[in-house]
Structure formats: structure tokens, C-alpha cells
T-cell receptor
Framework: NAGVTQTPKFQVLKTGQSMTLQCAQD?????MYWYRQDPGMGLRLIYY???????DKGEVPNGYNVSRLNKREFSLRLESAAPSQTSVYFC??????????FGSGTRLTVV | AQSVTQLDSHVSVSEGTPVLLRCNYS??????LFWYVQHPNKGLQLLLK??????LVKGINGFEAEFKKSETSFHLTKPSAHMSDAAEYFC???????????FGPGTRLSVLP
């Protein structure tokens, strides 16, 4: 089925460890996004990529890096995880007609 | 800058009764507006969107929303709630596609039997 695929679905990290969250879309969308969702705060944009080869900071970029590997893939990296990064992370892609399509999320716990 | 206010953090209704989830926005320009639904431990699903066409927008699962520019509102309604409607609902505003979507804090809808 067409859509946005995120891996992994769950992850537990120790403080200071690094990891990369993977995201791929097969809808030929130009724009891709990474959000984090925390209780009572809705979704906050971490980084976005308006097109292949470009990335821009969102509302809460500190502690994260991204790579737009190609049109399909947009990864999010935590270089040195902190407990404050415990959250649910959503990848999304968008186009002009249909708006956003979200992945199913990655639940990350940093201990 | 855009912002979104969802006036109720939690709404509780009985099955078969109407649903009203309120959303007000602030934007200097004509916005595009969306409602997304998130069921527990799931991703977000688009319910409906307004993009400067008809002001009354019909979405999936019997939901609809009306854009009222004079009130800067985009409230979500459904005539008769179903148990499966219990979820978190997010109102979202953006100036145009491909730009940052601004999410409201969400409204949790509970449906009582």
C-alpha cells in the first residue's frame, strides 16, 4: 500500500547513545517532514525538506540532524540522545492536492 | 505568524449525540485548514481540508467543518457520535502546501455508551 513507512516502531536508548530513524514514502511527494509529539503539546516540527537536496530547521531542531537521501527517503539522527528526546516521532510527506500523509510513528524512550 | 487554538482539551459525548470540536486560528493571510484524527497508538489521518473553495467542507466518517472567516473559526462537527470516533483530533493551519503546518494542541474526544 502506498504511504509513509517509518522504522523502527519502538526504541529504547541510553543517554548518550545515537540512532537514526528511517522514513520512506512511495507517493512521489517533494516535501517531507519530521515531527515530535509530546503530551499536551501537539506536534512540533523538527526539520523539513521541501525538495530533494534541501533541508530546513523547524521549531525544535536542537539535538537532531536530518538527511534527505533521495526523493523517497528522509532520515532523522540523534547524535547523543537525552531524556528530553523521549517522544513519539512522526514522519510525513505532502503534496499540493492531498496535504499531509503521516507514518505510523516511532515511540522513543531515552533512559 | 499562524497559530491555532483548540478551545477544549477534552470533550465527552454520548453515543448518538452531536459532536462539536472547536478550532480558532490566527493568520495574516488566507490559510488552508485541516482536521486530522489520531486513534490511540496510531498515526494521524486526514479527516478533511479547506483550501479556499466551499466554506462547508465534508470529510470522512460523517464529519464536516465550516470555515468562518469573520470568526476565524473552523469547527468540526458530526451529527451523531459513534464509539469508533473516540480519538484525538488536531486542527492544523498552513499558508500553503509545502510549508510548515501549525498544529493545535489537540482535543481528546470520548464517546460514552
Amino acid at each position: 500500500n502506498a504511504g509513509v513507512t517509518q522504522t523502527p516502531k519502538f526504541q529504547v536508548l541510553k543517554t548518550g547513545q545515537s540512532m537514526t530513524l528511517q522514513c520512506a514514502q512511495d507517493m512521489n511527494h517533494n516535501s517531507m517532514y519530521w515531527y515530535r509529539q509530546d503530551p499536551g503539546m501537539g506536534l512540533r516540527l523538527i526539520y523539513y525538506s521541501a525538495s530533494e537536496g534541501t533541508t530546513d530547521k523547524g521549531e525544535v531542531p536542537n539535538g537532531y540532524n536530518v538527511s534527505r537521501l533521495n526523493k523517497r527517503e528522509f532520515s532523522l539522527r540523534l547524535e547523543s540522545a537525552a531524556p528530553s528526546q523521549t517522544s513519539v516521532y512522526f514522519c510525513a510527506s505532502s503534496d499540493v492536492i492531498y496535504g499531509y500523509t503521516f507514518g505510523s510513528g516511532t515511540r522513543l524512550t531515552v533512559v | 505568524a499562524q497559530s491555532v487554538t483548540q478551545l477544549d482539551s477534552h470533550v465527552s459525548v454520548s453515543e448518538g449525540t452531536p459532536v462539536l470540536l472547536r478550532c480558532n486560528y490566527s493568520s495574516s493571510y488566507s490559510p488552508s485548514l485541516f482536521w486530522y484524527v489520531q486513534h490511540p497508538n496510531k498515526g494521524l489521518q486526514l479527516l478533511l481540508k479547506y483550501t479556499s473553495a466551499a466554506t462547508l467542507v465534508k470529510g470522512i466518517n460523517g464529519f464536516e467543518a465550516e470555515f468562518k472567516k469573520s470568526e476565524t473559526s473552523f469547527h468540526l462537527t458530526k451529527p451523531s457520535a459513534h464509539m469508533s470516533d473516540a480519538a484525538e483530533y488536531f486542527c492544523v493551519v498552513t499558508l500553503s502546501y509545502g510549508q510548515n503546518f501549525v498544529f493545535g494542541p489537540g482535543t481528546r474526544l470520548s464517546v460514552l455508551p
